[in-house]
């Protein structure tokens, strides 16, 4: 399993839809966070994002009617 399924994995275990949060394949071998409890997509090494889905995303029932913005998330790495 790569980077990128580890990170949808732990995504839907911590109860996101795909369409609410998901990691997908970028060009130039770069990962993207994306979906509607983004503000905008989280660009990056596909390890690095599997680090933030794994250390720094919260729950679905946790984060609520939130939204998650990229720049607070690099800003805890």
Partial sequence: ???IEQ???A???KGYAERDLAVHAGPFGKA???GNKILSPLS????VVLR???ELI????DLGAKVLRPAELRAKL
């Fill in 1 to 3: 399993m790569d980077a």
């Fill in 32 to 34: 993207l966070l994306k």
């Fill in 11 to 13: 995504l839907k275990e």
């Fill in 58 to 61: 919260p729950s679905d029932s």
């Fill in 52 to 54: 933030v889905v794994a």
């Fill in 7 to 9: 990170a949808n994995a």
């Fill in 44 to 47: 990056d090494e596909a390890e």
